[in-house]
């Protein structure tokens, strides 16, 4: 059980040491950030590239859930503790030299932490625990530049991670009045208690807090202002990881406890008003780290609509897109550590630094969806899906998701096309290729996984079907249990 | 590894070799050989008159199939593609490219878009299932895209406007493909030709309304049809040429698989438009016709050569549709005809056009003139081109759209006839304005010391011509084409023969009428060099004036503003309301983008979530 | 039929039209001299008009194309001479149709157009360009008339529809059952001549006779030729649509003639109208009679 409790626990004990250990060695401090993921890494990896056939399940200090807290690691769950581990590492400070250092690595590795703990847990409280330690640790990492804008940005983040935070308790409070637990698989063993409009309400108070991290309408409006004033890398982690574990809790509540009922048509609703208002306000950005952060409100809302979709298809789907999006929206953010001008500063880049330009062709192309690239499969996923659904909203959202990824298509390649235009004193841009070694190792990932797609496609299938099953989860965590179900599988 | 295997195969190296070699000087050698290689390649799958042809290897993601397939309508639009590519390569290669480079562009990215472009065309046009054409389609449309947008500035510009349509287009196609997969359960044609019966007019409607859309954009149909002539006239002469053949056209398969293959005109004409009196054929059929008559008198005002053949290249896509939805023997052939008649057309008149302004720097039909005397090779394959564009005999044109008039008046459709004679009469207008600035006239001074074009111009355009009047004088061959594309379709054959064809109604035989039409000329020539005395050759300025006396640096041309009389009809009657109407959706867009915009610069968003909480609240209870 | 016959046929039909064309030209000229109160001028007159101007000894050319043009204009009008059935003479009717006549009777204002634009004169130009849009304008009402005549008899053979007028006397002429489209076509037949009040395009005071400023000699001989073979085959072409074609010579001959010196008649009593207002005129009422026919002709 190691590969689950050391990757929460390491970088923790890790963050915490490496103030003290700063005063006494520069170089111990910033090495040891590095080797504690990748001690995990090395952990996680072998399980997600060579999957257990059971779930690993752990109680913490050995006390039995539904008392005590479980770490449930489904093959999803495995998946995204590797990704955080990974793109930690690639998205790790490396050339140093920041006067806040040794902070910002406590930072990161505290984010880090939390991060794996949100893929992990199995309890819905344990959850908003590790919810919270991330806000904590994104506040001080977004605000670490010092700069104006990057401390209003980060009150107003504060602000309604705040007010999210509430609510989110609020509606943890009502599903704890309503049902006595907060164990997932004790809470999907009887959902009957919250199929009424307690429930629901529990479930929508719970999406809006939580929504805050995933960028959900109506509480995304600190993404653009803290996307672009945070340091490139730290918008990466937050849009691209960060981002897509605060969906993954949505994700489990949704397929343990709320699967019959109309909460999805809330996940729908507000990700339709995500979409549209993501890429609409992006269509006038007028400066890069911002477009991709309105960009990245959109593919969030198109996340929310794929989880919307019933059974395993919409499981699948949501997947897909999220994965996805994580490649790809970290990547354009790795490319925005220097293009974070205006983008009419940026007329001409393509002379000097002609692969970054092209990598932003290839990532804007499978953002919008153009076959071969898999956005292309992950957006299909969810048109079919949708079109399947056949309901009035289903229907509303089909036609939004086309018509905005029409305009995102514009904006993208207005960009572009500004990027290739030849001019007199194209501007400085990259130094060199190694300032963006992210974009461009995702850049071959995205490539192969292309070449690749049928594979890829299986094992998402595989996890899918772990994921989407609740009674497995529950006979997972409670085998005793198995022979007392109340309800139907 | 079959024939088709070794088209697809030799389409991707042609690709790969433009992509390493192309700043070569072996590049447009190399590529030729490629494109004549695919050409034999297609020649051996015998797909036209023998039976289609698999691809041997398919790709199955996400348990959906995607499989290629050639039958007689792919094996025809590929070799329409393949000759274009061909012909434009060789038009390119040369003094050309060498110009081309020498003004700072790169021709190894110029050859690399334009066997792009054929390499995604070749995948489009063997699609059998929508997701392999949808690939298909959207490799297209931005290897579209990239050809015109490799100039820069204003060419660019005018390629962000075709992507914001090529766009939606495509998107209109995706949402239709979602929702047949919702109805027929699979992407693959022949589920969903079995499921289209049952589905509801209404159904019906909406897929025809989000594909008509989206394959009319890439065809340039009206409303969409703003995109293309800007996009199509500032693309370098090679490209330029190449799209106005062949690239519009690929809306008009993707039209022809749908909505002839698979949903039938039958289907077509059962689809009523309530409180009025028209069908789904009636509507698409009027669409044509106004496609034909609109751009056309468009075209007779433009002031750029390019761009006057590019506004008649998407009229002419109008006869295309007109033709097909007929239905008839006649009214198919003549529309499937008119695709290849159109594409040698087209591309011949724009290689002399661009001949011309490789020669004098300017295409400004304004500042040309008189140039038969220094360039008649070109004047000649400008000539045989409009006459074929007009559709006048004794050439190609003639023969597709004298089919589609037939079909017209024998199914009775008095409007849409006129509808069509009345394009053609404005193409004759517009045509003779397009011969008489650019080659006849008074020569102008700065033009005295310009040659004929280049033997790697000339080549492709005398060729070109030779080929519009062979098509025009025995048009049996191309219409053999025309036939086993109308069986495959399912449509009913033409009755064909070397000269024309058999009708019960009277057919007609362009062997008789062309050679009649010769001899004429010869009596012609008899009466006139026979019977008359010797001419005396005058020089220009020897000219009536009124008794002015006429100088060099006097510009004694009637260019401008060439048919004022009909402009002072008809010219209120262009009140911009198709560029209204794009600036309006701009305009909305812009609207939509300030609200949402808003949301995110307002002082107290918490209020917001506070209401958004309200509303799940009351939502719930 | 045998070949020496088409031969024949295909030799006969054009020189025939050149001679009757001619006789029709005098009979203009005759008839616009009544109506001024001259003489006019003698029989022989259109042919020694030809004849001088193809003796010239000054024939001022401006090119090649100057000189194509003219020949595309006497040829093309020699080729759809064959195209008209005469009584007795079918020529390759049957090989074209209705469509395809109209069509030939476009080369040769090609032709001149194209002659003309060599010139390098805008008088020139200018009257062609008004000559193309007039052929715009009475074009419309003249395509509806061909539609007309030609669904009515299911057929685009003149062969066949000559035949079909002459099966039941004058009550199966084409004046009779379709009244309107004959109307119609009467009007349209007054563009396609360029008589008064339709002849902008050559305007002599105002752009110096248009396109025949710059010819000469026998290059204004070639268009005598051509204006002659243009009122036979107007003339021809009506009559078969309208009047029942020919039954025999004597009866063809007058109704020809009958027919062209309507317009002729009618030209010497108008001023001229400008280029928009003969698009105006034609897109309105010869239309809107044409359409009128069509409806009567379709139900």
């Known amino acids: 059980m190691l590969p689950l409790i050391l990757p929460v626990v390491l970088p923790l004990l890790a963050a915490f040491l490496v103030m003290p250990l700063a005063r006494m060695s520069a170089l111990i401090a910033r090495a040891l950030g590095p080797i504690v993921l990748t001690t995990s890494l090395v952990l996680l990896l072998p399980c997600c590239l060579d999957p257990p056939a059971q779930p690993l399940v752990l109680a913490i200090g050995n006390f039995a859930p539904p008392l005590g807290i479980v770490f449930y690691g489904d093959r999803l769950a495995l998946l995204f503790a590797n990704a955080v581990a990974l793109f930690f590492l690639l998205f790790w400070d490396w050339r140093g030299g920041n006067p806040q250092q040794a902070r910002q690595d406590a930072l990161m590795l505290l984010l880090a932490a939390s991060a794996t703990g949100l893929a992990l847990s199995g309890d819905l409280f344990n959850l908003y625990v590790f919810y919270e330690l991330a806000a904590v640790a994104s506040f001080g990492l977004v605000s670490l530049s010092g700069t104006g804008p990057a401390l209003v940005a980060t009150v107003r983040y504060l602000l309604v991670s705040a007010f999210g935070s509430v609510l989110a308790l609020a509606g943890i409070a009502l599903l704890y009045l309503q049902t006595g637990t907060l164990n997932l698989a004790q809470l999907g063993i009887d959902p009957e208690p919250l199929q009424g409009p307690a429930g629901l309400l529990a479930f929508g108070l719970m999406v809006i807090g939580f929504g805050v991290k995933a960028e959900l309408f109506p509480l995304n409006y600190w993404v653009p202002e803290v996307y672009a004033s945070a340091p490139a890398r730290i918008s990466a982690l937050l849009a691209g990881l960060i981002s897509k574990l605060a969906v993954l809790i949505l994700l489990r509540l949704l397929v343990l406890v709320y699967g019959d009922t109309a909460a999805p048509q809330i996940l729908l609703f507000l990700g339709i008003l995500t979409i549209f208002f993501g890429e609409f306000s992006a269509w006038r950005a007028q400066d890069f780290p911002r477009m991709i952060a309105f960009s990245s409100i959109g593919q969030l809302g198109l996340v929310f609509i794929a989880f919307s979709l019933s059974g395993s298809w919409g499981v699948l789907a949501g997947i897909a897109v999220a994965l996805h999006h994580l490649l790809v929206k970290s990547a354009l953010f790795g490319l925005a550590h220097r293009w974070s001008g205006s983008l009419q500063a940026l007329t001409g880049s393509a002379q000097r630094t002609p692969l970054a330009a092209a990598l932003f062709v290839l990532f804007a192309l499978s953002l919008i969806g153009v076959p071969p690239l898999p956005g292309f499969w992950t957006k299909i996923l969810v048109l079919a899906g949708l079109a399947q659904e056949g309901s009035a909203l289903a229907f509303t959202g089909l036609g939004a998701i086309l018509l905005v990824t029409a305009v995102e298509a514009h904006y993208l390649f207005r960009f572009a096309l500004q990027l290739y235009e030849k001019v007199e004193n194209a501007p400085a841009g990259f130094r060199s290729f190694w300032e963006f070694l992210p974009s461009l190792l995702l850049g071959a990932a995205l490539l192969a996984v292309t070449l690749r797609i049928n594979p890829v496609a299986d094992r998402l299938r595989a996890i899918t079907q772990q994921a989407a099953d609740r009674s497995f989860y529950i006979t997972q965590v409670f085998p005793q249990a198995a022979a007392h179900r109340k309800d139907q599988p | 590894m079959n024939a088709l295997d070794l088209l697809f195969l030799l389409s991707g190296a042609t690709l790969l070799c433009a992509l390493l070699f192309g700043r070569t000087r072996w590049a447009a050698p190399l590529l030729l050989l490629g494109y004549a290689a695919q050409f034999v390649a297609l020649l051996q799958t015998n797909a036209l008159f023998g039976e289609p042809i698999s691809l041997s290897w398919s790709l199955v993601v996400l348990d959906q199939p995607m499989h290629w397939r050639y039958d007689a309508l792919s094996w025809f639009f590929a070799l329409i593609t393949l000759g274009a590519g061909f012909l434009s390569t060789g038009y390119g290669s040369g003094v050309w490219m060498r110009d081309y480079e020498r003004a700072g562009h790169s021709a190894g990215v110029l050859h690399t878009a334009l066997a792009a472009n054929v390499f995604s065309m070749v995948l489009l046009v063997g699609a059998e299932d929508f997701l392999s054409l949808f690939l298909g389609w959207e490799l297209l449309n931005w290897a579209t895209f990239f050809l015109m947008a490799l100039r820069g500035g204003i060419a660019a510009r005018a390629a962000l406007r075709y992507l914001g349509y090529a766009f939606t287009g495509g998107m209109a196609i995706l949402g239709a493909m979602a929702l047949l997969y919702a109805q027929a359960g699979s992407l693959e044609f022949q589920p969903i030709r079995e499921s289209l019966p049952q589905m509801s007019d209404g159904q019906l409607w909406v897929l025809l309304a989000l594909l008509g859309s989206g394959f009319g954009i890439k065809m340039g149909l009206l409303p969409f049809h703003l995109w293309q002539a800007p996009a199509y006239a500032e693309t370098p002469g090679p490209g330029s040429a190449f799209f106005s053949a062949v690239s519009a056209r690929m809306g008009l398969y993707a039209m022809l698989v749908f909505f002839v293959g698979m949903v039938g005109l039958a289907r077509l004409v059962q689809m009523e438009i309530p409180y009025t009196f028209l069908n789904g054929r009636d509507l698409l059929a009027w669409i044509a016709v106004f496609t034909i008559i609109f751009p056309t008198y468009t075209a007779l005002q433009q002031q750029d050569a390019r761009y006057l053949l590019a506004w008649h290249g998407i009229g002419q896509g109008g006869y295309m549709v007109l033709g097909v939805l007929v239905g008839t023997a006649e009214g198919s052939a003549g529309g499937l005809l008119h695709i290849f008649n159109h594409a040698i057309t087209q591309v011949a008149l724009l290689m002399a056009v661009f001949a011309v302004l490789y020669r004098t720097g300017t295409t400004d039909l304004n500042r040309l003139g008189g140039l038969v005397a220094r360039m008649p090779l070109t004047f000649l394959t400008l000539l045989f081109g409009i006459i074929s564009l007009a559709g006048l005999p004794p050439m190609a044109g003639f023969v597709s759209k004298l089919l589609v008039y037939r079909a017209l008046l024998f199914e009775g459709m008095p409007l849409l006839f006129v509808g069509a004679i009345i394009g053609t009469l404005g193409t004759i207008l517009s045509v003779y304005k397009l011969i008489h600035n650019i080659f006849l006239g008074q020569l102008r001074l700065e033009h005295e010391s310009v040659q004929e074009a280049p033997l790697s111009m000339l080549i492709p355009m005398l060729s070109l011509s030779l080929l519009i009047f062979l098509a025009g004088y025995f048009p049996g061959p191309t219409l053999s084409w025309v036939a086993a594309v109308q069986a495959q379709l399912g449509l009913p054959v033409v009755n064909y023969h070397l000269g024309g064809v058999y009708d019960a109604h009277g057919g007609f035989n362009m062997i008789w009428i062309v050679s009649v039409l010769l001899a004429g000329f010869g009596i012609g020539a008899l009466v006139f060099f026979g019977l008359g005395g010797p001419s005396k050759r005058v020089h220009q300025l020897d000219n009536y004036a009124g008794g002015h006396f006429l100088y060099a640096e006097n510009r004694y041309q009637y260019s401008d503003h060439f048919y004022a009389g009909l402009m002072h009809l008809i010219g209120p009657w262009y009140r911009g309301s198709f560029q209204w109407l794009e600036r309006a959706l701009g305009s909305i867009v812009d609207f939509l983008a300030h609200f949402t915009n808003g949301f995110y610069g307002i002082a107290q968003p918490l209020l917001w979530s506070l209401a958004a909480v309200l509303g799940i609240a009351v939502w719930v209870f | ?299």
């Open chain 3, 1 to 299: 039929m045998h070949w020496t016959h088409l031969l024949l046929e295909l030799i006969l039909m054009p020189l025939m039209a050149f001679f009757i064309g001619m006789g029709m030209v005098l009979t203009l000229r005759k008839i616009g001299a009544k109506l001024q109160r001259r003489i006019g001028p003698p029989f022989f007159q259109p042919l020694y008009d030809i004849l001088k101007l193809h003796a010239k000894e000054t024939q001022s050319s401006h090119g090649l194309i100057h000189e194509i043009g003219i020949v595309m204009a006497i040829g093309g009008y020699v080729a759809a001479e064959t195209l008209l059935p005469v009584p007795g003479m079918n020529g390759i009717a049957q090989q074209g149709g209705l469509i395809t006549l109209a069509y030939m009777t476009m080369i040769p204002s090609l032709g001149l157009a194209l002659g003309v634009g060599q010139c390098a004169n805008p008088n020139g130009s200018i009257g062609i360009s008004r000559a193309l849009t007039a052929m715009l304008a009475y074009d419309v009402p003249f395509i509806l008339v061909v539609f007309g005549t030609a669904y009515a008899a299911q057929s685009t053979n003149l062969v066949e529809i000559i035949a079909a007028q002459q099966s039941d006397g004058i009550a199966s002429w084409g004046l009779v059952q379709n009244p309107l489209l004959a109307l119609a076509g009467l009007l349209a037949l007054q563009g396609m001549l360029g008589k008064q009040p339709f002849e902008i395009y050559v305007a002599p005071a105002e752009i110096a006779t248009g396109p025949m400023v710059e010819m000469g000699g026998k290059f204004l001989g070639g268009l005598f030729i051509m204006q002659c073979f243009q009122l036979y085959t107007a003339g021809v072409l009506y009559t078969s649509l309208f009047l029942g074609g020919g039954e025999n010579w004597l009866t063809f001959l007058v109704k020809i003639f009958a027919v062209v010196s309507i317009p002729m008649a009618i030209a010497y009593l108008f001023p001229r109208f400008r280029t928009e207002d003969l698009v105006r005129f034609f897109w309105k009422w010869p239309t809107f009679l044409a359409l009128l026919g069509l409806a009567f002709v379709l139900h």
